[in-house]
């Protein structure tokens, strides 16, 4: 989960016409001292696109570290091979599953981001992700 790669990725071809795009930044210090990324959705992406901004915390095992982790507890998420975080889209789905204040998780295998909404509906959060969208690094 340290692996994240910043840079620009562009989702699946089948969604938002292939316009999902987003950019990630990071490494950088987040609160407490753990380390932090972010995305934005790029310049040229689907005002839909999802999500459209995000923050996500790596903390290793470490999960009373996130800064989310009193929500992650709530909600009842355990596993440390995920990187949690809060995002929020510009569109509503028409499922709810990626709206504002979203809890997230990021992994990264090679060059390919996968987000994870726990949220439905912005009021309630899942202990197992309730949809799912991966992104690929452009250039790399």
Request: glycine share 10%.
């Amino acid at each position: 989960m340290s692996a994240f790669k910043s840079g620009t990725y562009i989702g699946p071809p089948t969604i938002l016409g292939g316009n999902a795009i987003i950019t990630v930044s990071g490494p950088s210090v987040g609160p407490g001292g753990v380390t932090e990324f972010t995305l934005t959705a790029a310049t040229g992406a689907n005002s839909c696109t999802y999500p459209s901004s995000a923050t996500w915390y790596v903390v290793g095992s470490d999960l009373a570290s996130n800064p989310f982790a009193s929500r992650l507890k709530a909600a009842g998420i355990t596993s440390t091979l995920v990187s949690y975080g809060e995002g929020s889209s510009q569109c509503d789905t028409d499922d709810y599953d990626w709206v504002q204040n979203t809890l997230l998780g990021f992994t990264q295998t090679g060059n390919t981001l996968t987000i994870y909404s726990y949220t439905y509906n912005s009021t309630e959060d899942y202990s197992t992700p309730r949809d799912q969208v991966a992104y690929t690094l452009q250039n790399p």
